[in-house]
């Protein structure tokens, strides 16, 4: 069975600062993870995906994440927060097996930008 | 602009009514799915269609029936819904062939159940 914990449910960074959204995963095979952003009242949108290769992955926005299979983490950084950049965030997991994508989210990070 | 596309963006309905939501997309994609999320709840998968067929019923209440029509649609048919059941319900799509696991999301419907 997979899953995926997500450390903090409410992070508050001020603008200008780094962001950092924690994410642990447990999975018995080969994990793909991503981390999918909502605005209020909208739908989910894919920040970035880990799916093979580099680990270090990089997507919208400024944001990236890197994958650390010894310590079945999945975190996710920006360098320098932006007000726009308030929203929720979603670590998810899914296996490599099924033909369709059974995804696994996260309980969710709430982050909010101090002016 | 999302690439799937929900409607009706609000619904609100009786517990005795009969109500669809719809869910189209144009991106060949052969895998769509519905997922249910309740106010600062991550979404919940409910059924995965897989070239039309239902390969995953996440042991969903009779009351909401999943019809896929044709590769770019996918209906949920609502019947004798309960309070409880208010939610944002969400559209997806994906590849099966060459799948990366990356879901598409719609901007979901707004249901509300008086």
């Known amino acids: 069975a997979q899953s995926v914990t997500q450390l903090g449910s409410h992070v508050s960074v001020s603008e200008g600062a780094l962001v950092l959204l924690r994410c642990n995963y447990s999975?018995?095979?080969?994990?793909?993870l991503f981390w999918y952003v909502q605005y209020p009242n909208q739908g989910l949108q894919l920040l970035l995906k880990y799916t093979t290769g580099a680990t270090l992955v990089k997507g919208i926005n400024g944001f990236e994440a890197e994958f650390k299979k010894s310590e079945t983490s999945f975190h996710l950084t920006k360098p320098s927060a932006h007000m726009s950049d308030a929203a929720e965030y979603f670590c998810?997991?899914?296996?490599?097996?099924?033909?369709?994508?059974?995804?696994?989210f996260g309980s969710g990070t709430r982050l909010s930008i101090r002016p | 602009d999302t690439e799937v596309t929900q409607t009706p963006k609000h619904l609100v309905m009786g517990m005795t009514n009969k109500k669809s939501l719809k869910c189209e997309q144009h991106?060949?994609?052969?895998?769509m799915y519905w997922y249910k999320q309740k106010a600062k709840k991550p979404p919940e998968l409910m059924f995965v269609?897989?070239?039309?067929?239902?390969?995953i019923n996440e042991s969903v209440p009779s009351r909401f029936s999943p019809e896929c029509p044709n590769s770019s649609l996918l209906n949920l048919h609502l019947h004798a819904l309960q309070p409880e059941d208010s939610a944002l319900y969400l559209c997806a799509s994906s590849q099966l062939d060459r799948n990366t696991g990356e879901l598409f999301f719609g901007e979901g419907s707004r249901l509300t159940v008086l």
């Open positions: 999975s018995s095979v080969p994990p793909y």
């Open positions: 998810a997991v899914s296996d490599r097996v099924s033909s369709a994508s059974k995804i696994i």
């Open positions: 991106m060949g994609h052969r895998a």
């Open positions: 269609y897989s070239y039309e067929k239902l390969s």
